[in-house]
């Protein structure tokens, strides 16, 4: 018997016959009942499988088909038949069946009873679909032979009746994919129905190795586990213990597949709406999968190279919204060489028209596949912060031209969003604003990544000696929050600059360059960008790299051990986009049930102007938004007023929105309701703020883009694609491998029959051996007969020649420096010495590189320098350890395992305040910004410190006494004074040539004492500094002031400051060659240390007191007359 669907058609799913039962009263009854439902039927008509010819998406109203077959009063064959009927419903729909002793319902059936944050959402969300069943035959039975009531007991195996019907979803269970796979991997189906031969696999592995990797899990489960489920390191723990539980049977089986099959269970995973394939998925990673071994095994050894472009066309045309180009050499004439490839899926190209505003463009240069090529990808940020992509591949290398590249195919490819429509564009010192407007971005504004630019980025702007100059006033220029705290440390900067004794324009041109760029790196700049998210730099795309390698190397961080075709880097890079998506959709399905929540909350609220609001927007937002949306409605509720005024100069009313926490902030003023609000917090993330919301009564969903609406899941786009007309496919399916070996083309005809260079190193080499005696000093004899290149400093002089002449020399000339500079693109590419160029059947071509190249790419990732420091400081402590009295015990891979007795809490040498060491202290940096830094100690790195810190006493720009005057100074210092950091503020002459320092002490937290002024035998005492321990000299006198006169030091007038010794009252004093006046030098004498025989002869005997042994010649000298 046939029953009618839920659109009128013939829908024969169940099968009903009239049929005896007897109660338990011994009553025989007839009633017509369900005794057969058609699983497959139902599955090949609901569920959008390929391989289903009888797939109608018209009689598809899953809740219609529920209120059809589960009706109430309906009486079926047993309990299992309706059970079976009610679980397949709930596999093809989306949600998973409960079963209890009298009732059937959804798994999210009932109220929340945990407290728990699982990532899917809370399991009980209110949902309503239930059905109360009755048996219909009990059986009669007493409890003891003593008993005179009978009991009676339920048998499920005879008919049963529905007593009660309700198959609405309702509370917070929405019905579908990602509801399925929440609630399954809640319910713990997916790790208790793996079926009997995935387990009996990894036991016997287990048993084999003793062990089981997280990659080998996820290869032998991901097959059997639907392709919508991600794959997290719960489920490997978890499956690590069920194989573990499992080992017993496994053994006790001795191996028999069949006695182990029955002792565990065997189901089917792959039979559900989690396992089926949509737009939104991307056939391409199925076509993918599928075509992938076709493909490499059917190639000979160099035309495997070439596979990658059949393997692209193969997907391109079968699965929708896919498009793909290759990077072709223009340069060249003749065969086409492919430089590189990019693709698109039609997830992609949907994130890009939802989340373009701000992109992140990078290539990461590591050997993850054979031709060395870098992995480059549009990266972005969803609405939720996760990571999406608008396209990617692998291109030659990081150049102009291949960054032109993918914004063309940007273009083409998405056209519902322009280049022009991208607002912001982040990168690293590669990109310019200039650059980032040439490549077609004309609308947006480039953001320098924060990261970068102070790691390394301002050190090559400003050179070695320019940054250490301007360190301090660099870093707080690019971290300024108002245009007035960036303007105050750009004139300090000028000032230092400007001020010094000799001025470096270069350096000068290089600071007036930084000011006018800081739109695209300084903060409150990027602030006032819209949309900028309140992002700082390219994480985008650094994220993406960080993220790519993990999942290349299964998990591995930090190191790279993944080489592959570009085939099998397509085929891998398109299952992460797929692992990527399913994670998305988790965590949007989580957040909608959040939402959902919320909404129920509101409606059972009072119905004030504020709950009907938030519903309103609730409706339409995504869960980030919402938030944001919700915090701003109360924010504008609590503290903000409204009012209309009428504007002085245009006589028009305007709206003002004034703060109620501080009345005397000037007011927001609208001119209209469609204004806009300049405030960061509207511009962040380009929303509705507070003030918008006060001033428009509420939410407005014109001021909401469409990346702020709600989505159900990732999905895709066709917009702009169009079905490829390429040659047939049948010819690709039908790719033969030709037994030619690959084409070798010489090296001369490899690049049109031009060489890279003409002539040989001896042409601009003159070695005349009359000559040969004449060295220079510093020039060693070549020991071996070898010819050598250039070394690094030629060649820098040589380019940095050639780069100031180009723009004097002529138009012909130019063409022929363009072409060589070409040429050393190229090079820097691949090494053609370690490549070979192969050419396929197809006219295409590509440079091969050899095993030795490929085999020297780094493993690990590039570190930042405070890393270096930080790990080899690390490393310099593990060695120390057994000194200082600890136990060490050493295991493999560097670890070490240290007993402390406490806690080592670091403090600052410089301020002796927690949590930083003096590298990176801010009072520090805040003495740098107008005074030049000396580190005196005896450690070697900071060796040549005390002898500059001596020459620049000597030299150093000093004020007149304008009269005999008595100055007060100190004459002697006291323990405490001697090993303090000091600050040198002036020098003075007086008019009998005594000479005078006006320095200040600094306590111990580096704070300033009163300044006062010392003799020359004072100042030669602090800045003599023989200890390890660091002593920190700030000289403020760089920066001249009126009235100061530089000294004129010439090499006849150099004297000696310096010469210590240890007078009775324990202060260091000067000897000079008249030591009977004890007067300070002229003002023309110079700072230096002792000559090298008075360094040999002044060694101390202890290390507490310097003596000071004068030569001969000294001593003569120092006789009076």
Known sequence: QRRLGCCGMPFGIIRKRTEDYISHDNIPHTAEMVVGFDKEKFKNTCLAGKNSPTYNPSLCNFDAIANELFKADEKWESRDLLYDAFKCHGKLHGWIPALQQKQMSCNRFGKNSTSRDYVGGTLKVGCTCKLDITPLVKEKYFATKESKKASYKDIWDEPVMIRNANCEHGGSCMPGKQNLIAATQRAGGYLNELPDITMFTLCNLFEQDGKLSTSLIKKVVGPVWPKNKVFTKNNVFNIRVRVKRSLAAFKSANGDYEDFKQMVNASDLLSGIDDEVSLNDDEAVEMAQSLWAEVMNDVDKDEVLFSFIDYLELISVRAKGFVYELAEDKTKVGRKRVVGVIWQTATMRKNFELFGDFIGLDMMKRGINKLLWPYAAVAMYDDMRQLCLACEGVLCGERTDMYQFIANFLASSTPERTLEDVKIVAGDAFFNQELIERLGFSNATLILDRWHLLDSGLQKMFGNSGYSKLSGHLIRMVESNSESEFDSYYASAHVLLTSMERRDGELEKTLKKFGDTRKNFVSYCIAAIP?????????????????????????????????????????????????????????????????????????????????????????????????????SRNRADAELCVSSDIC??????????????????????????????????????????????????????????????????????????????????????????????????????????????????????????????????????EKTGKCKPLDTHAVKTVLSQVSAAYGRVGEDLQFEMSALVLQLQELLTVDPNKSKTVISHSGYSVKQPNQSLISSQPKGRLMPQHEIRSKNASKNVNRLIQNLGMKQVVVRNEAVEVELNGRNVT??????????????????????????????????????????????????????????????YLGRLDKTQLRSNFVLHEARIMVDKTMYYHVSFLNEHAQPGEKSWISWDVMNTIITHSNVKRKFVFDKTITHKQGWIHQNVSASSVGLLGVASVSNDGNAVLSFHDTSKRKSPSSSSVVTDKPQHEQEASKPSTPKRLYRVASEKEQALSKPS
């Open 531 to 631: 949309g900028n998210r309140g992002l700082l730099g390219n994480a985008n795309s650094e994220q993406n790299h960080s993220s790519a390698l993990a999942y290349l190397n299964d998990g591995v961080k930090g190191k790279n051990y993944y080489c592959q075709h570009l085939t099998t880097l397509i085929k891998d890079l398109l299952h992460r986009e797929q692992w990527k998506r399913n994670k998305t959709n988790a965590l949007i399905f989580k957040l909608n049930q959040e939402l959902s929540i919320e909404k129920a909350r509101l409606s059972m609220a009072p119905a004030t102007d504020t709950n009907t609001d938030l519903i309103t927007a609730a409706d339409k937002l995504n869960n980030n938004s919402y938030q944001r949306y919700k915090g």
């Open 907 to 968: 403090h600052c040498s410089f301020c002796k305040e927690e949590s930083h060491a003096f590298t990176t202290c801010p009072n520090r940096e805040a003495f740098k910004m107008n005074a030049r830094e000396y580190i005196l100690s005896s450690n070697l790195k900071f060796a040549t410190n005390q002898q500059a810190l001596r020459s620049r006493i000597g030299s150093m720009p000093h004020s007149l006494a304008q009269k005999v005057e008595g100055l007060s």
């Open 648 to 781: 002085p100069l245009t006589q028009e009313t305007v709206i003002k929105v004034s703060s109620v926490k501080h009345p005397d902030a000037p007011p927001r003023i609208f001119h209209s309701v469609t204004d806009r609000c300049k405030c960061h917090g509207r511009l962040k993330e380009d929303d509705m703020c507070a003030h918008e919301i006060k001033a428009n009564g509420g939410f407005q969903i014109s001021f909401f883009k469409t990346c702020h609406l709600k989505r159900e899941c990732v999905e895709g786009s066709l917009s702009g694609w169009a079905p490829p007309t390429t040659r047939p496919i049948d010819e690709i399916i039908g790719y033969e491998a030709v037994s030619t070996p690959a084409l070798t083309v010489p090296q001369s005809e490899q690049e049109d029959g031009t060489d890279f260079l003409v002539g040989t190193p001896e042409d601009g080499v003159v070695n005349k051996h009359e000559n040969a005696a004449a060295l220079p000093m510093d020039c060693f004899p």
